[in-house]
């Protein structure tokens, strides 16, 4: 474990993230420079906050959307049971309304949740995705 170790080592990160340095490098920048972490004792660490919004600028929630559902699909791989699951259903207009507004509930426990949490030890996504597979009437 990243927390064990005396002091950062370059690169570790970045194999068990599955991830080049380089990209591991770019990360840690921009993980300071939005105040999410810092160095403290030679080593990486969360600072208090525990999730950014980043639904002010449009471009770039889109895009980090599709970041995070992106490294999400590769994680699904043979092999790699993790915590992924999925529901194709049929359903209407109101029971699809109803479920989005259960998503937004669940959303906003889950924020309470992280905000809550003591101490943040690892970094995580959660996403949720609901949509009709249609274009829309």
């Avoid at 080592?9 to 970045?14: D, H, K, M, S, W």
């Avoid at 600028?57 to 959307?65: E, H, K, S, V, Y």
């Amino acid at each position: 474990q990243y927390a064990a170790l005396p002091r950062h080592e370059p690169g570790r990160l970045a194999q068990r993230l599955g991830v080049s340095l380089k990209d591991e490098e770019r990360t840690l920048r921009d993980l300071r420079a939005a105040g999410i972490a810092r160095k403290r004792g030679g080593k990486w660490v969360l600072d208090r906050q525990r999730s950014v919004d980043t639904g002010r600028d449009p471009n770039t929630a889109a895009r980090l959307r599709k970041h995070w559902t992106d490294f999400a699909s590769a994680r699904i791989v043979p092999g790699n049971e993790g915590p992924f699951s999925y529901l194709v259903f049929g359903a209407n207009d109101a029971t699809l309304a109803a479920m989005q507004e259960l998503r937004l509930r669940y959303f906003r426990e889950l924020r309470a949740l992280v905000a809550s949490s003591p101490e943040a030890t690892r970094v995580a996504v959660a996403i949720v995705h609901l949509f009709p597979i249609d274009v829309g009437a």
